[in-house]
């Protein structure tokens, strides 16, 4: 049976979650509270949405889990609370705090026990905050950051603040994709020890391209606001369709799957997210195909706005050229870069040993991997992989991409 082990930067990433959390509702206090100031309603009405809806969706999530697990807690900070005071919490929108103080205590607890059980609860109960922070990066933070540099190209201003805070979310949404990728390695491919290069890579390949892909949307949003969210509409219709038809197995209630494939379709709106069992081999390039054309065609119809209407052409037209090329090409780039990751994948793969385990553990969300890794290869099981069913490597990943292609 293989054991798992936590590297200290994943031990601290756990620890100063709630930091980040917190800090992130301040900023978006601070967002929101600009946007009244300015008088900017829109904007501001654009936001709330954005933030409400968010974590209403991540809190749904949380509660559907909670009841699949049949309310069992797994740490002392959950246990101490009512079924009752459990669901006021997360009515509240205050349930992702206290799944982070569990994998805080959690993660502090199996440093001091060599419990291999101990060390299984600390990687799944992590490995479900992992997911509700990824759907939260993609219904609030992506959306949020689309926002922010269409108002900075529609105003022509470049405020420190505003500047800074949309490098520090795309850097923060690439950040957290290369560490949930990291954690379902450490599960799934039960790798001890994993290669700071290949993390180096993935994030890089990350930061590509979703920054390219919002970039993209905040263009072609700062000349033409209102056909953006025609835009979204028809693009996550045809995503939730091929969702749908995919056959995705990873809720436990008919209701909880149809969430789970808007889900999908909302995150590859801005990013591939592979689904179903078929191979991905053919869909993932045919993905990132219509990306860049879609990306092109984007770039192409706000320098189309801002050479023929005058009154809204606030840069040079070399400096617009320029611009569109960047964002293509930094897409390119991006693709270039998972191929790297791909082959840096397989030869730390190479390495070390693909061993089995069986964890008799109640949490079954294990839903990720990067579809770059050479299991990709391999014959695809369901996508929802139970963790007291995970017997070998070859036999339980779930091949899909959470962005971190």
Not at 125 to 134: A, E, F, V, Y
Not at 158 to 170: C, E, H, Q, R
Not at 312 to 341: D, E, Q, R, W
Not at 376 to 387: R, Y
Request: aromatic share 12%.
């Amino acid at each position: 049976m293989g054991v798992f082990k936590h590297i200290p930067v994943d031990f601290i990433s756990a620890c100063l979650g709630i930091v980040f959390i917190l800090l992130d509702v301040g900023l978006d206090i601070w967002a929101a509270v600009s946007f009244y100031q300015e008088k900017a309603y829109w904007s501001l009405g654009v936001l709330l949405l954005l933030l409400i809806g968010s974590s209403v969706l991540v809190h749904v999530y949380s509660w559907l889990w909670y009841s699949y697990d049949g309310f069992e807690r797994q740490t002392k900070v959950e246990k101490c609370l009512s079924l009752r005071a459990l669901k006021i919490l997360h009515v509240l929108q205050l349930g992702i705090y206290f799944r982070h103080a569990g994998v805080a205590e959690i993660s502090l607890r199996r440093f001091s026990s060599t419990n291999q059980d101990h060390r299984d609860k600390a990687l799944f109960t992590r490995n479900d905050l992992s997911i509700l922070r990824l759907i939260e990066t993609f219904s609030e933070s992506a959306p949020q950051l689309v926002l922010m540099l269409a108002i900075i190209l529609q105003r022509g201003e470049l405020n420190p603040v505003t500047v800074g805070k949309t490098i520090g979310s795309a850097l923060a949404i690439a950040f957290r994709l290369t560490m949930h990728y990291r954690l379902e390695r450490a599960i799934l491919v039960n790798q001890q020890k994993q290669q700071i290069t290949t993390s180096v890579i993935h994030f890089t390949c990350n930061l590509f391209l979703i920054s390219s892909r919002i970039t993209a949307l905040a263009l072609f949003a700062s000349v033409l606001p209102c056909l953006i969210f025609i835009h979204f509409l028809c693009s996550w219709s045809v995503l939730f369709f091929i969702a749908w038809r995919s056959g995705t197995d990873f809720m436990d209630s008919p209701c909880g799957e149809r969430l789970f494939q808007a889900t999908v379709a909302l995150i590859c709106y801005f990013d591939w997210f592979n689904v179903g069992k078929q191979r991905p081999w053919l869909r993932r390039p045919l993905y990132h195909g219509c990306t860049l054309v879609d990306i092109s065609l984007l770039c192409g119809l706000w320098y189309w706005k801002m050479s023929t209407e005058l009154p809204c052409f606030k840069i040079p037209l070399l400096y617009a050229v320029v611009t569109v090329v960047c964002v293509v090409g930094v897409y390119i780039l991006g693709l270039l870069f998972k191929m790297l990751h791909h082959k840096c994948s397989i030869q730390s793969l190479s390495t070390v040993e693909l061993g089995g385990r069986t964890a008799d553990i109640k949490s079954n969300r294990v839903i990720a991997v990067s579809a770059d890794d050479p299991d990709s290869k391999l014959p695809e099981p369901p996508l929802s992989v139970e963790a007291k069913n995970v017997k070998s490597h070859k036999q339980s990943v779930s091949v899909i991409l959470t962005g971190v292609s």
